[in-house]
T-cell receptor, first 113, second 112 residues
Framework: ETGVTQSPTHLIKTRGQQVTLRCSSQ?????VSWYQQALGQGPQFIFQ???????GRGNFPPRFSGLQFPNYSSELNVNALELDDSALYLC????????????FGPGTRLLVL | TQLLEQSPQFLSIQEGENLTVYCNSS?????LQWYRQEPGEGPVLLVT?????EVKKLKRLTFQFGDARKDSSLHITAAQPGDTGLYLC????????????FGTGTRLTIIP
């Protein structure tokens, strides 16, 4: 059984740039959720995808967008990067029938300068 | 927006001591999870509690869900250096279609 993987592991961008983060779900999982974890904080829910459609969204602006592909892998896109976007971005996969049981990837650490 | 507050925020104790971490909210949750996160890694699920008053044990860790399903505690007996990490609670709302809400976290350090 393959766990959740994310790429890249680290990324440095400058203000105003755009970034794409990638996630491969755990085998058999049909739902993917993205979280932002600022330093010293708990993860904050960004959005969830199920069957390639957004299935819930947290309090994040539209410049945060995502995609889910037929193989259940996913992307998180952030446009017009701001300094406060610097954080660890976590992807978690689950089954839609067991939404509470989420398996997290190692995260992508994004630094915006 | 549902908030989960954890206390203490930081805890540093000697190996062999006992400790309790708390997770509190004014909202009702259908279930509550505890995770441990180590530096450079994502959170790892430790346990899910579902029923009010439920107690689950995982070796030296004891988890309890409050009777009203608004709070939870994690008790560690005879702490070991391997218990060091960030402990996060996360709640699934009882109503609506909102997703998991994470607590603020407790950073635990066990001193050998």
């Amino acid at each position: 059984e393959t766990g959740v993987t994310q790429s890249p592991t680290h990324l440095i961008k400058t203000r105003g740039q755009q970034v794409t983060l990638r996630c491969s779900s755990q085998s058999g999982h049909n739902t993917v959720s993205w979280y932002q974890q600022a330093l010293g904080q708990g993860p904050q829910f960004i959005f969830q995808y199920y069957r390639e459609e957004e299935n819930g969204r947290g309090n994040f602006p539209p410049r945060f967008s995502g995609l889910q592909f037929p193989n259940y892998s996913s992307e998180l896109n952030v446009n017009a990067l701001e300094l406060d976007d610097s954080a660890l971005y976590l992807c978690a996969s689950s089954l839609i029938s067991e939404r509470e049981t989420q398996y997290f990837g190692p995260g992508t650490r994004l630094l915006v300068l | 927006t549902q908030l989960l507050e954890q206390s203490p925020q930081f805890l540093s104790i000697q190996e062999g001591e006992n400790l309790t971490v708390y997770c509190n909210s004014s909202s009702v949750f259908s279930s509550l999870q505890w995770y441990r996160q180590e530096p450079g890694e994502g959170p790892v699920l430790l346990v899910t509690v579902v029923t009010g008053g439920e107690v689950k044990k995982l070796k030296r860790l004891t988890f309890q869900f409050g009777d009203a399903r608004k709070d939870s505690s994690l008790h560690i007996t005879a702490a070991q250096p391997g218990d060091t990490g960030l402990y996060l609670c996360a709640g699934a709302p009882a109503f609506g279609n909102e997703k998991l809400t994470f607590g603020t976290g407790t950073r635990l350090t066990i001193i050998p």
